[in-house]
């Protein structure tokens, strides 16, 4: 909008580069450009501001596919007005003079014109098509046809517009439609999740049996071993008992065949002792049977005294030695 003041009476108008003034007084027109500054009377003056600026319409309209299936189709037309003079020949673009604001809402019109071109179009092109392949295709078939479509639409030439650019944002179909398509894909990606949880699974299951096994062959292997160590020890133990019972035989012989030996050095000692003494005795019994009784009762007396207490002095009377004189067969002392 152009930016008016005012000063004694006067009008001072000041627009943007991007807005065509068109300026007429009295059926004249006096100034004609983008981004003019002039002063005017506004009982005198017919103004008019047209945009020439590039523009953005965004439109949404719903349209029926093939299957008879509804969609909405959401796109935007860039244009602009190239031709200032006609657009506002054909269209509205006047502007209050005191104000500067629009009378008339030319944009409306014209954004009115570029939707219904555009979803004529639109709807020519989807009522061919079915619904899964307008969604998968849909977008750059509508934009080629609603390009070409503004491009041939005669309308706009004459009001001075070009289209710039077409952009359809999207094509979707009804809510539950739509839930209804991702059914499926939904399903696959959730059996693809679920296969992979089972895989995950199996791997985790298949790791653990291995693990199981791996410790199962380990404590078997420990048994074997284990059991290799107690016949080892059994071996050990037993070879050792033989070995002790070998070393116990042969010391029991030695033994045995020492104490035989003892046994026999003791016997013929004993036997040479006997027979020594059997002939001492003898040789004694043959000293003592050649001599007379005397002597053999002097000897008596003689192993008497040897066995007797141990006395200092001895006290006989003439009787007793007489006695005992007479006994051993001796004359008297006194004799």
Do not use: C
């Not at 042969?250 to 000692?269: I, P, Q, S, Y």
């Amino acid at each position: 909008m152009a930016d008016i003041t005012r000063r004694f009476g006067w009008r001072h108008l000041r627009s943007a580069p991007t807005a065509h003034i068109r300026h007429h007084r009295r059926g004249k027109l006096t100034h004609d450009g983008a981004g003019l500054s002039f002063w005017y009377r506004s009982l005198s003056a017919a103004l008019s501001e047209v945009p020439v600026n590039d523009r953005e319409l965004a439109m949404a309209f719903h349209a029926r596919t093939a299957d008879f299936q509804d969609v909405t189709v959401q796109a935007t037309v860039t244009y602009r007005i190239s031709d200032p003079a006609e657009a506002a020949a054909r269209l509205d673009f006047s502007v209050d003079p005191d104000t500067g604001a629009w009378r008339g809402a030319p944009l409306e019109q014209i954004a009115t014109l570029l939707t219904e071109t555009a979803q004529q179009h639109t709807l020519d092109v989807l009522a061919r098509t079915p619904l899964a392949a307008a969604l998968v295709d849909g977008v750059a078939a509508v934009r080629e046809r609603v390009a070409t479509g503004l491009a041939a639409e005669p309308r706009l030439p004459a009001t001075g517009i070009d289209v710039v650019a077409v952009r359809v944002v999207a094509i979707r179909p009804e809510a539950e439609v739509e839930r209804a398509l991702r059914t499926p894909a939904r399903e696959q990606i959730q059996q693809e999740a679920d296969r992979a949880t089972y895989e995950r699974r199996a791997v985790a299951v298949e790791r653990e049996r291995t693990i199981a096994e791996n410790e199962l062959a380990s404590q078997i292997e420990l048994a074997r071993r284990e059991e290799q160590l107690v016949e080892q020890r059994g071996t050990n133990s037993r070879r050792e008992a033989e070995e002790s019972a070998a070393a116990d035989g042969v010391r029991a012989e030695a033994e045995a065949a020492r104490t035989v030996r003892l046994a026999g050095a003791e016997a013929e000692a004993a036997r040479q002792v006997g027979a020594a003494r059997a002939e001492a005795q003898a040789a004694w019994l043959r000293a003592h049977g050649e001599v007379d009784a005397a002597t053999l009762h002097a000897l008596a007396a003689t192993r008497l005294a040897e066995n007797l207490p141990h006395i200092d002095s001895l006290t006989l009377s003439p009787d007793v030695l007489t006695g005992l004189l007479s006994k051993l067969g001796r004359p008297e002392a006194g004799a």
